[in-house]
């Protein structure tokens, strides 16, 4: 049974940090490009940050300086620093698992999502 589970989310002040972290289990994470999506209310659900299975990284501007991405494969983990927080980050935070099927279909597994408050 696949299972992407979220956690680290909460209330910060603007300019805090808070370190997302999500296990994957129930398919070979080291295979799978992972990212971390955000949707907040009324909008779309936007890409935030990925990380491939070679390492690579690739950010949403607006994150870019703030936000790091990393994996670790030995524990099926995907990470989401995210320092200096602005109003305009607050959503739920989704992490992403994204490969390619033996017969070349793309596989897209989604975890339930933490939030992310920042006030004042």
């Known amino acids: 049974q696949v299972q992407l589970v979220e956690s680290g989310g909460g209330l910060v002040q603007p300019g805090g940090s808070l370190r997302l972290s999500c296990a994957a289990s129930?398919?070979?994470?080291?295979?799978?490009?992972m990212s971390w999506y955000r949707q907040a209310p009324g909008k779309e659900r936007e890409l935030v940050a990925t990380?491939?299975?070679?390492?690579?990284?690739n950010y949403k501007d607006a994150v870019k300086g703030r936000f790091a991405i990393s994996r670790d494969n030995e524990k099926n983990m995907v990470y989401l620093q995210m320092n200096s927080l602005k109003p305009k980050d607050p959503a739920v935070y989704f992490c992403?698992?994204?490969?390619?099927?033996?017969?070349?279909?793309?596989?897209?597994?989604w975890g339930q999502g933490t939030q992310v408050t920042v006030t004042a």
């Open positions: 992403n698992a994204h490969g390619i099927s033996t017969y070349g279909t793309t596989i897209d597994y």
């Open positions: 990380i491939t299975t070679g390492d690579l990284t």
């Open positions: 129930g398919f070979t994470f080291s295979l799978f490009s």
